[in-house]
């Protein structure tokens, strides 16, 4: 099985609300494919191919659009975990020191 199909088989049945979170990999796997690829002996492949210098920038904004997507859920998510953290960090020292005087 192909890792996309895999991965959101797998992100289906433990995170379904992340589902949209991660990276869009269908899209940017079609755009690659219609990119030409370049050769040893031509490392530009010709101008007229496909429009490619369009596509490139089409991949490059989608690819971008992508990333900044999937680190914005990163970092709301980095975030609740410090507040959970402190939250339980400031649960922890009373009952320690209830503990402690027992």
Request: net charge negative; hydrophobic share 30%; charged share 35%.
């Amino acid at each position: 099985m192909k890792f996309g199909k895999e991965f959101g088989i797998h992100l289906e049945q433990t995170l379904p609300e992340w589902k949209d979170k991660y990276l869009s990999y269908k899209p940017l796997k079609k755009l690659l494919k219609r990119l030409p690829n370049p050769t040893p002996d031509d490392p530009q492949p010709s101008p007229d191919h496909n429009h490619s210098p369009d596509l490139q920038h089409w991949f490059v904004r989608i690819l971008n659009e992508e990333l900044d997507k999937f680190n914005d859920f990163y970092v709301d998510k980095e975030e609740e975990f410090v507040i959970r953290f402190q939250e339980q960090r400031l649960i922890r020292v009373p009952v320690e020191s209830a503990v402690r005087i027992c």
